[in-house]
T-cell receptor, first 110, second 115 residues
Framework: DAKTTQPNSMESNEEEPVHLPCNHSTISGTDYIHWYRQLPSQGPEYVIHGLTSNVNNRMASLAIAEDRKSSTLILHRATLRDAAVYYCIPHTGANSKLTFGKGITLSVRP | EPEVTQTPSHQVTQMGQEVILRCVPISNHLYFYWYRQILGQKVEFLVSFYNNEISEKSEIFDDQFSVERPDGSNFTLKIRSTKLEDSAMYFC?????????????FGSGTQLSVL
């Protein structure tokens, strides 16, 4: 599995944008980059995924570097409910499982 | 949106006892998983299941663990003789297909406490 590096934690103010970075320099050309999050006392929840182009959905945007060695999850207006651990996970086609790292803990200040 | 459901939400058991954790995956999904998370630690893969057999298992998934899809809707994880270190949150997950484009849907978990 491709190795990922994320900061341990980040703080944001409510209603402000948040940019959560992830380095995945060993990612292979066919791996999608998935982002999941885990709210307190809940199971992981899908956020977004992409391959090469930037992606948008109702939850977030995903900006993928041109060399695909890094990506950034963008929450356009953080809410208190967005406080969670966010995981960046390259999905290797050879395996069906997702491998979770430590993720980045996002705190949102009111 | 469809959900993966898990029961019970909490299970307390004595060391050495057998426990069965139950999951109902999303109905048109074909691939099923169990993960666990010990308090304060990472979410760890245990096992994947497809076409009524184990596809992959981790080192954690030893002979004390087994999985079953008994009736086409439920997906169970059995721990034959629980140990204190089995105390964790156990998550079931399912996905429709196997491509890297498919997302995984997780249940809300069963908190297992072994006394």
């Amino acid at each position: 599995d491709a190795k990922t590096t994320q900061p341990n934690s980040m703080e944001s103010n409510e209603e402000e944008p948040v940019h959560l970075p992830c380095n995945h320099s060993t990612i292979s050309g066919t791996d999608y980059i998935h982002w999941y999050r885990q709210l307190p006392s809940q199971g992981p929840e899908y956020v977004i995924h992409g391959l090469t182009s930037n992606v948008n959905n109702r939850m977030a945007s995903l900006a993928i570097a041109e060399d695909r060695k890094s990506s950034t999850l963008i929450l356009h207006r953080a809410t208190l409910r967005d406080a969670a651990v966010y995981y960046c996970i390259p999905h290797t086609g050879a395996n069906s499982k997702l491998t979770f790292g430590k993720g980045i803990t996002l705190s949102v200040r009111p | 949106e469809p959900e993966v459901t898990q029961t019970p939400s909490h299970q307390v058991t004595q060391m050495g006892q057998e426990v069965i954790l139950r999951c109902v995956p999303i109905s048109n999904h074909l691939y099923f998983y169990w993960y666990r998370q010990i308090l304060g630690q990472k979410v760890e893969f245990l096992v994947s299941f497809y076409n009524n057999e184990i596809s992959e298992k981790s080192e954690i998934f030893d002979d004390q663990f087994s999985v079953e899809r008994p009736d086409g809707s439920n997906f169970t994880l059995k721990i034959r003789s629980t140990k204190l270190e089995d105390s964790a949150m156990y998550f079931c997950a399912s996905r429709r297909g196997l491509t890297t484009n498919e997302k995984l849907f997780f249940g809300s978990g069963t908190q297992l406490s072994v006394l």
